[in-house]
């Protein structure tokens, strides 16, 4: 009688953990997706090792050369962003700086525009 009692609540546990079952999300497989190609680009000509070495250093020059407040020309400090011609003429008259930080203290520039350029400029002393 206790088998038969027992195989009854498993039969009962099962119907009742179905519905349960049934519901819960298993994982299906990724919908298959169309292989993307990279663009190829042109090939290149060959370029002399002494030409390339020379490129390769006008390209660090350019992204990590500072400006000088104390000696760039008005066109240097006007290429900066946010520094317009009259800035640029503002900065040149109030030279020499002793830090680039002068710019703010010494309301030639607003806080925004120097934050703007602080990363781009520095202020050599002679």
Same mark, same amino acid.
């Given at each position: 009688?206790?088998?038969?009692?027992?195989?009854?609540?498993?039969?009962?546990?099962?119907?009742?953990?179905? $519905?349960?079952?049934?519901?819960?999300?298993?994982?299906?497989? $990724? #919908?298959?997706?169309?292989?993307?190609?990279?663009?190829? #680009? $042109?090939?290149?000509?060959?370029?002399?090792?002494?030409?390339?070495?020379?490129?390769?250093?006008?390209?660090?020059? /350019?992204?990590?050369?500072?400006? =000088?407040? =104390?000696?760039?020309?008005?066109?240097?400090?006007?290429?900066?962003?946010?520094? /317009?011609?009259?800035?640029?003429?503002?900065?040149?008259? /109030?030279?020499?700086?002793?830090?680039?930080?002068?710019?703010?203290?010494?309301?030639?520039?607003?806080?925004?525009?120097?934050? /703007?350029?602080?990363?781009?400029?520095?202020?050599?002393?002679?």
């Amino acid at each position: 009688m206790t088998s038969s009692l027992l195989r009854t609540l498993t039969v009962l546990s099962c119907l009742v953990a179905a $519905p349960a079952l049934a519901q819960s999300q298993t994982p299906s497989a $990724p #919908a298959p997706t169309a292989p993307t190609v990279a663009p190829v #680009a $042109p090939p290149k000509a060959p370029v002399a090792p002494e030409v390339a070495k020379q490129d390769a250093g006008k390209q660090d020059a /350019g992204k990590h050369a500072l400006i =000088n407040l =104390n000696s760039a020309t008005a066109a240097e400090l006007d290429a900066l962003p946010g520094i /317009g011609a009259a800035r640029s003429e503002a900065i040149v008259k /109030g030279r020499p700086y002793k830090g680039k930080d002068e710019l703010v203290s010494k309301k030639i520039l607003s806080e925004s525009v120097y934050a /703007g350029i602080k990363d781009k400029v520095i202020a050599k002393q002679k």
